[in-house]
């Protein structure tokens, strides 16, 4: 059984990276569900991914793993923007003193 996608967990790339998600959406002409997610590296940029991708799997070496691995799992109860790390807008990350856009 595959893992729910839920704002706040992180996830570790097949390639050894490391992500939060920050929301579920709606990309507005298809419906098809998208997830937002950002580096867990202190890094600024804000990215989207289908969510089929997001649980597929994948193969590199000959040897098939899922492309996201769940490494952290914040209580169901914890509503997105509650937790502290997980800002309560995705602008916020961008707009932040210092982040990618201020001038």
């Not at 867990?40 to 590199?60: C, K, N, S």
């Not at 914890?78 to 707009?95: F, M, R």
Request: aromatic fraction near 12%.
């Amino acid at each position: 059984m595959k893992p729910e996608i839920r704002p706040g967990q992180i996830w570790r790339h097949f390639k050894g990276g490391v992500y939060r998600v920050l929301y579920l959406a709606m990309h507005s002409e298809t419906a098809e569900k998208l997830v937002i997610y950002t580096s867990d590296d202190g890094g600024d940029a804000v990215w989207a991914r289908p969510a089929y991708m997001w649980l597929e799997t994948v193969e590199r070496d000959g040897k098939s793993q899922p492309r996201f691995e769940l490494i952290f799992d914040p209580p169901s109860k914890e509503a997105p923007g509650e937790d502290k790390n997980v800002p309560s807008k995705p602008y916020d990350l961008l707009y932040e003193e210092g982040g990618a856009g201020t001038t």
